[in-house]
C-alpha cells in the first residue's frame, strides 16, 4: 500500500453566505504540485429569492480551473465570448493561460427558486512554457462525461482527464494529468496503483471512507508518500471522492489573488496586463 503521510481537514472559509471550505492551501498543506487550491462550496439548501454564487467577473491568468458540480447548477461566462449553464453532475474545464475576465454564477431559475447547491474549484497550475496559451473553456454536462462502473457498479467512475480501465477523459489537458470524480455506494470498494513519482489529489466531499485502513471522513484531503503501493477505497457509507495523479512540475510559482506565475515580475506584469485591458473586454 502506499503510506499516508498527513490527513488534512479543510478550513472553513465563508464567502458572504455561501459555506466554503478549502483544506489547500492550509497552514498545514500549501499545495501538491501541480494541484494548487481547492474551495468547496457547500453542501448548502439556498430558499427561494436568494442571491446565488457571488463569483462575478474577475481575472486570471497562469493556471486552469476544474469546476465539480455536484449539487445545483453555475453559469459560466469569460471575456473569450464562451457562456454555458452546467448542471448537477456536471464539470467545467478552464484555461486561463495568458489571461482571461470570467464569471461564475447562479442560473436565474436557481436564484428564483432556490435548492441544493455543492460546488468544487480546483487549481491547477500550468507549467512555466504554458503560462501564455491562448485562454480556453469546456463545460460538459454530466450524461455527456465518459463513466464506467468497478466493484459490480457499487463504484461509478466519471473519467475527466488521461485514462483509467480503457476508458478516455472527457477533457484532454494541457499537461499529462488523470482525474476522476468517483461516486461510490456503501460497501463499494476499489484499488489502483498510481506511479511513485506522481503526485496524488485525494479528497472526500461526501461520505466517509476507509482508505489503505484508515477511517476518513468528508471534507478531509489525504496527502500520501511519493513510494510504490496501491490505494485501497471502501465506503463506509455513501461517498463522493475526487482523485487526480500528475507528475509535479517543480518549479518556482508564486500565486497572488488570481494570477499564479513562476516570479513576482511575472505577477506585477499580470496586474499591468489586466489593467491596461489585455485580458479581453467584459460585455455580458
Known sequence: MRSIKKIHKA???????????SPMPTRSLDHLDPFIFLNHHGFQTYPAQN????????????????TFIT???????????HESVICQGGVQYMTAGSGLIHSEVSSTDFKKDGGDLEILQLWLNLPADKKMIAPNYKGLQKAEIP???????KVKVQQLFG??????GAFEGNFPITLSTIYLEKGGNFEKSIPKDENIFFYIVRGGLTVNGEEVNFRNLVEFENHAGAINVEANEDAILILGHALPFNEPMVAQGPFVMNTQEQIREAYDDYQAGKF?????
Open 147 to 153: 463513466t464506467f462502473e468497478l466493484d459490480g457498479g
Open 11 to 21: 478550513e472553513y472559509r465563508p464567502i458572504a453566505d455561501l459555506v466554503t471550505y
Open 163 to 168: 485514462k483509467w480501465n480503457e476508458t478516455e
Open 71 to 81: 449539487a445545483g447548477d453555475i453559469v459560466h461566462m469569460d471575456s473569450s465570448g
Open 280 to 284: 479581453g473586454t467584459w460585455t455580458h
Open 51 to 66: 442571491r446565488g454564487l457571488p463569483f462575478g467577473p474577475h481575472p486570471h491568468r497562469g493556471m486552469e480551473t476544474v
